[in-house]
Structures are given as structure tokens and as C-alpha cells.
């Protein structure tokens, strides 16, 4: 297995788009969208994990997420996804190292993630700085930061 930061025109950007916009997850449309819109810019990217020529999850590095463009916090990770059945190998854990590593390559101190979830990201080296944000979607998130 492969993990790869990808750049819109790569060969499997348009790989990755597929695999998001036909996955179980509702929120994957959107992401394939966005890619195919060309809506990813400067430092922004996809990152994807490929099996033999398979994109079975990704996740992204954005300026924004879920918050509002002033909120005072970037860059995001987002659409956090891993394909069911390589679901329990700490894939998601692997992507989101990649994307820290990438961020940090890039000269950022830190990463953020908006979630409902308890328990995981902390796992994953994040703390919670918040247990409700209001999102641009007029829903409560929690806020995590990861320190790099």
C-alpha cells in the first residue's frame, strides 16, 4: 500500500475523485466535486492510500474545513475516509501521519480537525480545544489540534 499526496492532473487524481464520489460516505460526493471543480490551491492537496491501483481511502489538507474562513485556525484536515473493507489496519492513523508530515514539511506547527468523534483523534497525538465550534453548516463540532 501506497500513500501519496496528490495534485490535481495527477494520474490518479481523477482516481481518487472516483473512489470518493461512489463511497459509502455521503460527505465523499462533495470531495469529488471540489476536485474535479479544480478547488484545491497552492499547498492544498488529496492524499490517497492506493492497492494495486486502488484508491481505498483519503483524506485532505486545507486552508479551511469546516469553520469559517476567520476563525483564526489553519490549515484543516478533512474527509477522513477509508474504504470498509481495509477498515482495522490503522490506515486513517497512516494518512493523517502523512498529511502532518506534509504540513510540516510546508513550515505549519500545526494541523486541526473538526469531528464528532470522542476518543480517536486523541489517539492520533490531537487535543481537544474545543468541545462545540459552530460550523459554516449551522451544526457543533469539536475542534482538535496536533501539534508537529
Known sequence: MRITALEEGSVEWELTADAAEKCSWRAGKNLAQLMREGKFRDWERVFAAIENGRTVGFCTLTRYD?????????????????????????????????VCHYA?????????????????????????????????????????????
Do not use: A
Open 66 to 98: 469546516e469553520l469559517p474562513e476567520d476563525c483564526g485556525y489553519s490549515p484543516f484536515i478533512g474527509y477522513v475516509f477509508v474504504d470498509e473493507v481495509f477498515r482495522g489496519h490503522c490506515l486513517s492513523g497512516r494518512l493523517i501521519d502523512c
Open 104 to 148: 510540516e514539511s510546508i513550515g505549519f506547527k500545526t494541523v486541526y480537525v473538526c469531528s464528532g468523534e470522542s476518543g480517536f483523534y486523541e489517539k492520533l497525538g490531537f487535543r481537544l480545544v474545543s468541545s462545540s465550534v459552530s460550523t459554516v453548516y449551522g451544526t457543533s463540532e469539536q475542534l482538535f489540534v496536533r501539534s508537529l
